[in-house]
């Protein structure tokens, strides 16, 4: 299997979503692929995304890790909701320089999935990573 393309149906203001509606002028717009049922993207912070200067705020890069969580259960077949989130900062991540996103189910159930999330910088470092519950929506 390679890249995959899920198509699902969603609520008509879906589209407003701030982690990745491509409706909603001061959202992200993440576009996540599904490879394998890993989601990943690429995104690079603008300097309306910092915190302390030249660097993301971590609320940004928690909404990613989240973001990166649901589309890897999605891509999975599951619909779900954050019960519980944890990140852990490793590193400053730039305004500028793009980072790479992936997000997977490290255990699967009926009712919840454990997601993990990373993202790394350019050269291969972790700036963020985050684990997750995530509630099967029926």
């Given at each position: 299997?390679g890249?995959?393309e899920?198509?699902?149906?969603?609520?008509p203001?879906?589209?407003k979503?701030?982690?990745c509606?491509?409706?909603?002028p001061?959202g992200?717009?993440?576009?996540?692929?599904?490879e394998?049922g890993?989601?990943?993207?690429?995104?690079t912070?603008?300097?309306?995304?910092q915190?302390?200067?030249?660097?993301?705020?971590g609320?940004?890069?928690?909404?990613?890790?989240?973001?990166a969580?649901?589309?890897?259960?999605?891509?999975?077949?599951k619909?779900?909701?954050?019960?519980?989130?944890?990140v852990?900062?490793?590193r400053?991540?730039?305004?500028?320089e793009?980072?790479?996103?992936e997000?997977?189910?490290?255990?699967?159930?009926e009712?919840?999935?454990m997601?993990?999330a990373?993202a790394?910088d350019r050269?291969?470092n972790?700036v963020?990573?985050?684990t997750?519950?995530?509630?099967?929506?029926?």
């Amino acid at each position: 299997m390679g890249t995959e393309e899920l198509r699902f149906e969603v609520p008509p203001d879906y589209d407003k979503c701030f982690g990745c509606g491509k409706s909603n002028p001061i959202g992200l717009k993440l576009k996540f692929r599904n490879e394998n049922g890993v989601a990943r993207c690429e995104f690079t912070p603008e300097p309306e995304h910092q915190g302390w200067p030249g660097v993301v705020h971590g609320g940004i890069l928690s909404t990613i890790l989240d973001e990166a969580m649901g589309w890897a259960a999605l891509f999975n077949g599951k619909k779900t909701v954050t019960g519980k989130l944890e990140v852990r900062f490793r590193r400053p991540a730039r305004i500028g320089e793009p980072l790479l996103v992936e997000g997977k189910i490290i255990r699967g159930g009926e009712r919840f999935l454990m997601v993990k999330a990373e993202a790394r910088d350019r050269d291969g470092n972790t700036v963020a990573e985050g684990t997750g519950t995530m509630f099967v929506i029926p």
